[in-house]
């Protein structure tokens, strides 16, 4: 019985130990990137890799003075905040409607679906039309094109989010203050929005950090003066040659805002992967 | 007692005429504003893709501009690079899924065991998945370097022969679609495992009681209770990789030659790249249908249910 019970101990400890180098050597390519972005040019390029350094902080220092890194993160927060703000002030209200039998409109499993089509369809599609419009317009190179163009994906994403959300909310509470005399708007302002503020939470998180990670449409519409963290990355690629070092001590730089948002996010995280479709 | 509760509002708000009204009035007013600026960025931009994709229209001369019927559709089809195109894409999601719901399965299992450490395990195998795109792939491309990437050195301390990765022909689109499976299997992970959390322990005693194996209780009891989370995590990555493209833009722009070109660089290089907008939106819309005939076939399939 004694040996049974060491013999499962063992087993456990055996897992852990293998899970651990599992997710170690599944982390790998992360962990060379925060190696490569602390080592000098030559030691970058060299080979055999080197896996043992004296780290040095020169190219982040690169990055503060030879590039414009706070430039693009005051336009990625710009863009990322005005895009998530703006999709949640026109979605929740919308979702509301949509998760309650009594207040939803005929035919509003289509407009669901429409909605999740902003999901199924590229980017690409979406970009083509506004990207003419923009240029006639002469908005390309300006933070109000792309966030427009972030729109397309948080306000669909939003809607889908939130309404998961609300479905939650049993319908009786919001009757209970019906019946005391509060008016719909005010049932949903005063006694819904705060019960689904943790949801709120998770949405916001969730289109931010898509906004700040978004390529394509930033590609397309930024120039000098919107260039988002993204291309900060990308503009470390020159003609002759990629700078390693200032690269890699981008990408690290770009990823800390995101980490700490997620923090916030672990328990509504599945949700937001699924736009609602599985809760966690 | 819901049908009380109607009445006592009945009671003492309005005649039910007017009630429907108020409902109605505050109905519209929390959907329009979401719904006009939906139809307007979502909608109307599709419908001006399809109009403009029935037109000969090259950027630089948009005075040139003419209708010309279905001859993009036409020349798609009579375009082998398109053709090429699609099942290049269709290759590339069916190797990107088969990685992810391999690892991602395997990995959650793991995970759902009750084992010290195991939250911040967890925390660990989500990274990836939050990392800027862009820096994804220009971590890889270091990895990748076939002269000078750590890759070939762990290949070469293991006695294997070197290779090419994604500068090769045979090698590119296997190669990026590792790297999209590795930053998008916590995606799998975290679905499967809050599907297994889910199902109750009484289920589970119920069959440790009847002897069923740990082998038969993952194959009889856990797959088929996960089975709608199962389907919702393929059909999201399926559309998402059909979709990609900043990885594979950044790792090889669909090249070397045009042995990684997805439909989505297709599409890029077609509009972006030559500016051929009438060609390049012919293809996002052929694009666009392909995709969601393949989201409906798997949402149909997997009988998934978003009203729950």
Redesign the interface.
């Known amino acids: 019985m004694k040996t049974n019970i060491q013999r499962k101990e063992l087993i ?1 400890v055996i ?2 130990i293998l ?2 180098a ?2 170690l050597m ?2 790998f ?2 962990i ?2 925060l190696s ?1 972005s602390l080592k000098t040019r030559v030691d970058a ?5 080197i896996f043992f350094f004296k780290p040095t902080f020169e190219n982040y220092k690169a990055v503060w003075v030879e590039s414009d890194f706070l430039k693009y993160c005051f336009n990625s927060v710009i863009i990322a905040i005005s895009a998530t703000f703006i999709g949640l ?3 929740t ?6 998760s309650r039998k ?4 005929k035919g509003s ?1 289509s ?2 679906m ?19 419009f923009f240029r006639k317009l002469h908005l390309i190179d300006t933070h109000i094109s792309v966030v ?1 163009m972030h ?2 994906i948080i ?2 994403f939003g ?1 889908w989010m939130m309404r998961s959300y609300f ?1 939650d909310i049993p319908f ?1 509470l919001e ?1 209970s203050g ?2 005391d ?1 509060c008016s ?2 005010g049932a ?1 302002s005063r006694i819904i929005l705060p019960l689904a503020a943790p949801g709120l939470a998770t949405t916001a998180i969730f289109s931010f ?1 898509y906004s ?2 978004e ?2 449409f930033a590609l ?1 519409l930024t120039g000098l003066r919107t260039k988002t ?2 291309l900060g ?2 503009n470390w690629v020159g003609y002759e040659e ?1 700078n ?1 070092g200032g ?2 001590a981008t ?2 730089l ?2 800390i805002p ?2 700490v948002f ?1 923090g916030f996010v ?1 328990k509504g ?2 949700r937001g ?3 609602g ?4 | 007692m819901d049908g009380r ?1 109607h009445m ?2 009945r009671g ?1 708000r309005a005649p039910r005429g007017l009630q429907e009204r ?2 109605a009035k ?6 329009a ?3 006009i ?2 139809l307007s ?6 419908a ?2 399809i109009l ?1 994709s029935f037109h000969d229209f090259y ?1 630089p001369r948009p005075q040139q501009k003419h209708f010309i019927g279905l001859a993009n559709y036409m020349n798609l089809f009579k375009d082998s690079r398109f053709i090429e195109s699609i099942w290049r894409t269709v290759k590339f999601v069916l190797i990107v899924i088969t990685i992810e719901v391999i690892f991602g399965f395997t ?1 959650a299992i ?2 759902t ?1 009750k ?3 195991m939250q911040a ?1 967890r ?14 792939a ?6 990748f370097s076939p ?2 990437g ?1 890759l070939n ?1 762990f290949l070469e301390v293991l006695r294997l022969p070197p290779q090419t990765w994604i500068y090769s022909e045979e090698q590119a689109l296997a190669s990026v679609a590792i790297v999209l499976a ?1 930053c998008k299997t916590p ?1 799998m992970i ?2 499967f ?3 297994l959390l889910s199902i109750s322990e009484d289920v589970i005693e119920a069959s440790l009681i009847d002897g069923a194996s740990a082998w038969q209780q993952l194959w009889r009891i856990k797959l088929p209770l996960i089975r709608p ?1 199962f389907f ?2 393929i059909l ?1 990555q399926t ?1 998402d990789t ?2 990609e ?2 990885l594979t ?2 790792l090889t722009r669909g090249g070397p030659g045009s042995s990684s070109e997805t ?2 660089v297709f ?2 290089l077609h ?2 790249g030559f500016l051929r ?1 009438g060609y ?2 012919a293809a ?2 052929v ?2 249908v392909f ?2 005939i393949l ?1 409906y076939t798997l949402f149909r399939a997997g009988g ?1 249910d ?3």
């Not at chain 1, 009594?102 to 409109?105: E, L, S, V």
């Not at chain 2, 960025?41 to 599709?46: E, G, Q, R, T």
């Not at chain 2, 220009?138 to 990895?143: D, S």
Request: hydrophobic fraction near 60%; aromatic fraction near 16%.
């Open positions: 456990k897992k852990i899970l651990w599992l997710a599944y982390l390519p992360l060379w990137t490569t390029l060299s080979y055999p890799p002030i026109m979605g209200p919308a979702a509301y409607v949509l009594r207040y939803r409109p499993k407009i669901l429409a909605i999740l089509s902003t999901r199924v369809v590229p980017q690409i599609t979406f970009m083509i039309p506004f990207f003419i427009i729109l397309t306000l669909g809607i479905l009786e009757e019906l019946i005399g719909y708007f949903f950090n700040w990670n390529f394509l397309i963290v993204p990355v990308y990629i390693w690269l890699t990408a690290i770009a990823l995101i980490l997620y672990q995280l599945v992967l699924t736009m479709a599985v809760k966690g | 509760v006592n509002i003492k108020e409902i505050f109905r519209w007013m929390m959907l504003p979401g719904l600026v939906l960025i979502n909608l109307l931009p599709i001006d893709t403009t950027l990995i793991f995970l065991s084992l010290k450490t395990l925390g660990l195998f989500l990274v990836p998945i939050i990392l800027t795109p862009i820096a994804t220009f971590m890889w491309r270091i990895m002269t000078l750590i050195y590795w995606f975290m679905v495992y809050t599907g989370v919702v995590a999201f559309v059909c979709k493209f900043d833009f950044i439909l989505s599409t890029y509009s972006f907008m390049g939106s996002a819309i694009m666009s995709i969601t989201a998934i978003f009203e729950n």
